[in-house]
């Protein structure tokens, strides 16, 4: 007998990130192939008539996974019976910004929406946040709701995961899927770190296979942490293609496992791990399990990678001051 079908929100559905989202939700990217969806999509009033042709256009690709399609503007309606909930809705950044900038209209949406989640959806909801500031609308969700356990709301750090290992396999000529083990620390912005002292390309630690230290912690790390902005320059929108195929990888790993031997970059409410501040939704380098992720302990972290991990925590700590002021306001 088939499986029964999971129900997915997408939030900010009609958005640029959510109209590459759904066929890739649809034809089993984000649960596997053989799992059939409903997949719950919200947006607000503006956007209703382009939220009814995205509808269409689900209906019209016949996708055989796709058991229904809800679309709504009521979000408690949205959340309702939901196990999956992929957080996109929200204002993204222009040229010129930074993600703290879009922080004030940001952060009020993600308090707003924590209690649908938490009254309406699945127990063991699995929640990521895509809206930027991404870990800390993360933070704010999970702050305000409490019954849902802190493990099961995380922040998207997997497109710069993603990033890092494309720009290392970009640099050698080699596939993609021959680098593993970068880790993104910290922040889903400029500050984050993208580390490659434990990964490896062709089974040789990266550094040894690149040959060039000062590319890869120069170079290397502002590529990857300006990665954001350098889309938005040459598109003049955000990364949408991108970011849905990351969103996917997200919940597909945390669903389904991690290879053995590999672990990925989520960002997820911290223990105090390296030396990171607790209580912030942190990018660390973590295995999946059984639908667990877990944070994986006893990398060497060398004086440059300490530097990096704390200057990016403290704009995290930072970051969550300036959201508690927003939500005063
Ligand atoms: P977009 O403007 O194209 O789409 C956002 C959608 O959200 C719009 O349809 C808008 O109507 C909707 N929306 C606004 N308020 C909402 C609410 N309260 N409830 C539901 N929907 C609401 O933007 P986009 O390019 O799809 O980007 C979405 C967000 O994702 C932005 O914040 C962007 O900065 C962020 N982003 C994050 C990453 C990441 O890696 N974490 C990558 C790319 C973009
Ligand atoms: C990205 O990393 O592409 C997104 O977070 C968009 C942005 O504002 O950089």
């Known amino acids: 007998m088939g499986k029964e079908p999971v129900k997915i929100l997408i939030t900010g559905a009609a958005g640029q990130i959510g109209y590459a989202l759904c066929p890739q939700v649809a034809r089993g990217a984000m649960l596997g192939p053989d799992q059939p969806v409903i997949l719950h999509l919200l947006d607000i009033e503006p956007a209703k008539q382009s939220l009814e042709g995205v509808k269409m256009e689900l209906l019209d690709s016949a996708f055989p996974l796709v058991k229904g399609v809800l679309t709504t503007t009521d979000v408690e309606e949205a959340c309702k019976g939901v196990s999956v909930a992929v957080m996109v809705g929200g204002f993204p950044r222009k040229a010129g910004m930074e993600r703290k900038d879009v922080m004030s209209k940001n952060v009020s949406i993600y308090k707003a929406q924590a209690s649908a989640l938490e009254k309406h959806a699945a127990k063991g909801v699995k929640v990521v946040v895509v809206a930027n500031p991404a870990n800390t609308n993360a933070l704010i969700l999970s702050e305000n709701a409490p019954s849902i ?164 925590g403290e704009e995290l700590v930072d970051e969550k001051q300036l959201a508690l002021q927003c939500l005063q306001e």
């Open 149 to 312: 356990p802190a493990e099961n709301i995380t922040a998207l750090t997997r497109l710069d995961h993603n990033r890092a290992l494309g720009t290392v396999a970009d640099r050698l000529g080699v596939p993609v899927t021959e680098v593993k083990n970068v880790i993104i620390w910290g922040n889903h912005s400029s500050t984050q770190y993208p580390d490659v002292n434990h990964g490896t390309a062709g089974g040789s630690p990266i550094r040894k296979a690149v040959g060039d230290d000062s590319w890869l912690n120069g170079e290397f790390i502002s590529t990857v942490q300006q990665r954001g902005a350098a889309i938005i320059k040459a598109r003049g929108m955000s990364s949408a293609m991108s970011a849905a195929s990351s969103a996917c990888d997200h919940i597909y790993n945390w669903v389904n496992g991690t290879p053995a031997d590999t672990w990925v970059s989520m960002g997820v409410i911290s223990d105090g791990s390296y030396g990171a501040p607790k209580d912030v939704v942190y990018s660390f380098p973590v295995t999946c399990k059984d639908g667990q992720w877990t944070i994986k302990q006893g990398l060497s972290i060398d004086d440059f990678s300490a530097q990096k991990l704390k200057a990016t």
